[in-house]
């Protein structure tokens, strides 16, 4: 049986891992932020993932799942380890690979038995190479000769279901040209293989190309339907049933269709900037990855716009953003929209209220350069508390069936801003709101 190390306990590590050892398989997650192992090895999950602590609790308890910063003693347990630390956009756009060379050096440093080593982190075309050469160089420095394989494996899990996508997914994609290594990978996945989920096996790089494509795919989409969300404000036509017709279309399909601020999120900004960068390198480029690049980045300021062209002057007004996560169900606030737009009201001098369900302590140092102009709320009710405008920025559960009779007494002014289409344009309006949505009137 595989015995599997993660390196990087993050959201894709410490899901992968505890997912893994649900399994069947004996797992040890590894990571250099003592906190976040102290934290683990308390029980306590150091992000917002629902579902994920009954995993870890139930894999801890009975000895397959373990956590450590050790990272010599828990390689010289495994055979199998996974790299799943971050790859963060570098100054020129492209994946900045600091964090996957020093995985890559250390496991060439420690590995005393034949591995397999497998990048689940979202890297360029060609990074499984380079790490095959990483590793070698460090055999070479200890005078020895290990044999080794490395698998691109990579994850298309969502933050907010990630422990669903990791125990349900669409499809296992595993790149490598080892027969030794895939049959291995076969074993780690057995749960997954015996279910009949769909295993594409295929080369390193189209393994890691599958991914940026996906992804970007995805941004694509999602960009295509704010641009057509604006068109629609102008004609008269309404959105909601365009792309509700749409996706009716089994050639189109109705996820990624419904138009909002822009994406955010770990994922799509960085991964469509990297396949921006990897086109550049190679003279190829991605025309149509660029330009939703650009149209993602007008949205966000085009969402904060709407609010300044209907409450103009924002100087002494008070606008309260209900949700500041990327999306629903996670903390994770990287390059939300709901931070370019605090931003860009704030330069006009409005004061914010914010309340999110999960990001509050991320919102605590990511908004920190606007603490002068900011509030934090302890609720939805509190956040809309003596504030003109109502923004719901992020479509959590709990901000779909507010109270409007009592938001309306909150407010000391009427303006509602939906940027996620999520009421019913009559409801809002027949509790005393001016109603801003999103590509209809
Ligand atoms: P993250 O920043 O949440 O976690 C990375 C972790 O790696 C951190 O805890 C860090 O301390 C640790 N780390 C870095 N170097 C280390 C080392 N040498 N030894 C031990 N620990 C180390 O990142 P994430 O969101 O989990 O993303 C990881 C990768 O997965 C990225 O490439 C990302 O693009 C990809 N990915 C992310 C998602 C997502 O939804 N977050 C989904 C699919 C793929």
Same mark, same amino acid.
């Given at each position: 049986m595989a015995k599997i190390g993660v390196i990087g306990t993050g959201y894709v590590g410490s899901v992968s891992g505890a997912c893994l050892a649900d399994f069947g398989n004996y797992v040890i997650c590894i990571d250099n932020d003592e906190k976040?192992?102290? !934290?683990?090895?308390?029980?306590?999950?150091?992000i917002f993932e629902p579902g994920l602590d009954a995993v870890v609790e139930r894999n801890t308890r009975c000895g397959r799942l373990s956590f450590t910063v050790d990272l010599p003693v828990a390689l010289g347990q495994c055979n199998v380890v996974f790299i799943a630390v971050g790859t963060p956009p570098a100054d020129d756009g492209g994946a900045d690979l600091l964090y996957v060379e020093q995985a890559a050096r250390q496991i060439g440093s420690l590995i005393d038995k034949y591995?397999?080593?497998?990048?689940? #982190?979202? &890297?360029? $075309?060609?990074?499984?190479?380079? &790490?095959? @050469?990483?590793?070698?160089?460090? *055999?070479?420095?200890?005078?020895?000769?290990?044999?080794?394989? &490395?698998?691109? =494996?990579?994850?298309f899990l969502r933050e907010g279901c990630a422990v669903y996508d990791f125990m349900h997914p669409d499809r296992v994609v595993i790149g490598s040209e080892s027969e030794k290594a895939r049959s291995i990978m076969k074993d780690v996945y057995r749960s997954l293989y015996l279910n009949e989920t769909p295993f594409i096996e295929t080369t390193l790089e189209s393994a890691e190309m599958i991914k940026y494509a996906s992804n970007a795919f995805l941004a694509v989409k999602i960009t295509f339907i704010n641009e057509i969300a604006g068109l629609c404000e102008k004609t008269g036509a309404n959105v909601r049933d365009v792309a509700r017709a749409m996706g009716k279309d089994g050639r189109i399909g109705s996820k990624f269709l419904h138009p909002g601020p822009g994406y955010g999120g770990s994922c799509f900004p960085k991964d469509t900037k990297a396949l921006s960068k990897i086109g550049r390198d190679y003279d190829e480029i991605q025309h149509i990855v660029e330009?939703?690049?650009?149209?993602?980045?007008? @949205?966000?300021?085009? !969402?904060?716009?709407?609010?300044?062209?209907?409450? !103009?002057? *924002? =100087? %002494?007004?008070?606008? #309260? $953003?209900? %949700?500041?996560?990327?999306?629903?169900?996670?903390?994770?606030m990287r390059e939300s929209p709901s931070i370019s737009i605090?931003?860009?009201? &704030? #330069?006009l001098g409005a004061k914010m209220r914010v309340f999110d369900p999960a990001a509050m302590k991320e919102a605590a140092w990511r908004l920190s350069h606007l603490k002068?102009?900011?509030?934090?709320?302890?609720?939805?009710?509190?956040?809309? #508390?003596?504030?003109?405008?109502?923004?719901? !920025?992020?479509?959590?559960? @709990?901000?779909?069936?507010?109270?409007?009779l009592k938001a309306k007494e909150l407010l000391v002014s009427n303006y509602f801003f939906d940027l996620r289409n999520i009421y019913k344009p009559e409801e809002v309006i027949s509790a005393g709101f001016k109603y801003y949505g999103i590509g209809h009137q």
């Open positions: 976040k192992i102290d !934290a683990l090895n308390k029980g306590t999950i150091p591995t397999v080593i497998v990048n689940k #982190s979202t &890297v360029p $075309i060609g990074t499984g190479r380079k &790490v095959t @050469q990483w590793i070698k160089e460090e *055999l070479l420095k200890r005078g020895i000769n290990i044999d080794f394989d &490395v698998v691109s =494996n990579p994850e330009t939703t690049i650009e149209t993602n980045e007008r @949205q966000k300021i085009r !969402a904060a716009k709407k609010i300044e062209n209907a409450l !103009a002057p *924002l =100087n %002494g007004k008070t606008i #309260s $953003i209900l %949700g500041l996560a990327f999306k629903p169900n996670t903390d994770d605090c931003e860009y009201l &704030v #330069s002068d102009s900011l509030f934090f709320a302890c609720d939805e009710y509190d956040c809309m #508390s003596t504030a003109d405008a109502l923004v719901i !920025a992020t479509e959590w559960n @709990q901000f779909r069936n507010i109270d409007l």
